[in-house]
């Protein structure tokens, strides 16, 4: 089982990204989904969530508004959409498939995690 994260890089404050992360190997269409992400010196934290069928989504306070997670099921897909990003953004990016079937805020609720990939936002 892999989850493959791609799509980071470098952007200017207020630029746009859009984040993918490809399931290989099982299909999780019946698993939340989520995207974490750690800065430099600081702990991994939640970022946005999505349940099995797309109906529920939440968000961390700091990137609701901004952040859109979305998913295509039939193929294997979660997006993170990064609107009028901002230095404190800049973090590499985990995509985690959820044990269960919602949008889980708890990295214990995780089973399988991808590599993540970096996005850098310049001021």
């Known amino acids: 089982v892999q989850l493959q994260a791609s799509g980071g890089g470098l952007v200017q404050a207020g630029g746009s990204l859009r984040l993918t992360c490809v399931a290989s190997g099982r299909r999780f269409s019946n698993n939340g989904m989520g995207w974490f992400r750690q800065a430099p010196g600081k702990e991994r934290e939640f970022v946005a969530g999505?349940?099995?069928?797309?109906?529920?989504?939440r968000y961390l306070d700091s990137v609701e508004g901004r952040f859109t997670v979305s998913r295509a099921n039939a193929k294997n897909t979660l997006y993170l959409q990064m609107n009028n990003l901002s230095p404190e953004d800049t973090a590499v990016y985990y995509c985690?498939?959820?044990?269960?079937?919602?949008?889980?805020?708890?990295?214990?609720?995780?089973?399988?995690w991808g590599r993540g990939t970096l996005v850098t936002v310049s001021s």
């Open positions: 985690a498939a959820a044990i269960g079937a919602t949008s889980a805020t708890s990295e214990t609720m995780y089973r399988f």
């Open positions: 999505i349940s099995w069928n797309g109906g529920s989504t």
